[in-house]
């Protein structure tokens, strides 16, 4: 090539293109620290953002579809909190009818002390006492109502409950801890002393998370072997276009008189400190971004080097033929640049593809701020500027003479 004294902008060009081309593996590794690291960058505040938006519309819709009636408490002379009401036997009935209600059902704790909850009618002194799973008792449809399926047999209805037949749904957990996993042999879950058929396994609940590791039995069967007491709650499944109206309604038909005294609310959404363990978890995964793109900047500056020792008596031809130290300086920083930027353009562009990929097997909405992946590709550059700082100073220093001699 042509070497002359005059070196505008068109020769950097050239001389930039065919310095960064001419070893393609050195290229490869100067690229592969810039593009991990700006890809793990874009990834997890990629992939942080397209959760986090999957985690609100989840909630979102489970906000519109579902809530649950509660009664107000009070705080009594002893400080302790009561009730202020108490909810109607028939409250499925009365609250069912409004429109809007696809589902509604009632759910109790009830107070089994130290009752024993076993897979097995004799209780064995010698094995290790374990924590027994808690009981509820429920009415109406309850698996519709709280937002879950069964993963396996089917849930009691207003016939079992109508009669008090002495059948249980357990939560998927609770099925796990007592060893139940099949139901093709009708196993029993013995409350105490007294046996109930195993009907059905729940999975999980969108409201009631809880139950995963509960028994649950119909009201009717409670009332006869348990005492007395009122439901703790109505959950309900709603049209997604009726909370507001139903919000109003249900306290006055479960009491026409005094409305105020029950609540309506949707489930909460997650914590403050959910939400904190999230941010601390983006902290962590980008730091570790930015450790690997550290570790690129100087990949590229180490080859950047090697490139300036290596070109040591092309850099004194050049300087001999007129090349100022700024003209060197300025294409070993350009390399640099442009190494760094399509690094950074690269690892943006496998970062999208990773996020549109994993929404896709999730079957998520993508998000991703375009300013964060446009500003990423310029952080490559800016990392190659400033990797490439020390060499182009180092190429820009060399004397003709001695580089002429060394080469």
Known sequence: MTRTARFDLRDLVAEVLEGVGA??????????????????LVLTVGLGQTAGGQLDAHFDSVAAEHAEITPQKKQGADGEERAAAVLPDDSVDRVRRLAGVLAAATLTA?????????????????????????????????VEAIGARLVAGRAFDEGHDARGDRVAILGADAATAL????????????????SYTVIGILGKSATQAHLAAAVIIP???????????????????????AGELVSRQAPIALDPNE??????????????????????????????GLITLLA???????????????RTGEIGLRRALGATRRQIGAQFVTESVVVGALGGVVGVALAVLAIV?????????????LPLAFGCAALGAAVG???GAYPAAKAARTEPADALRVS
């Open 296 to 310: 690129g900047g100087l990949g590229i500056a180490n080859v950047t080097t090697l490139s300036v020792s290596e």
């Open 357 to 369: 990929a994993v929404s896709a097997l999730r079957g998520w909405t993508p998000v991703l701020d």
């Open 219 to 241: 009201t009717g069967a409670a009332r006869r072997d348990f005492p007395a007491i009122p439901a703790d709650l109505v959950a309900l499944h709603l049209d997604r276009s």
């Open 259 to 288: 409305p105020d005294v029950f609540t309506v609310a949707a489930p909460s959404r997650p914590t403050a400190l959910q939400n904190e363990v999230g941010d601390d978890l983006d902290i962590v995964f980008v730091a570790i």
């Open 110 to 142: 009830l107070p089994t002390g130290g009752l024993r909850v076993s897979a097995v009618p004799v209780h064995d002194p010698s094995e290790p006492e374990t924590t027994p799973p808690p009981v509820y008792a429920s009415s109406g449809e309850l």
């Open 23 to 40: 070893r393609p593996l050195r290229l490869f590794v100067s690229l592969l620290g810039t593009v991990v690291g700006i890809g793990a």
């Open 385 to 387: 500027l400033a990797a």
């Open 179 to 194: 060893g139940i996993r099949r139901l093709e042999a009708q196993p029993s879950v013995f409350l105490g002393d007294r």
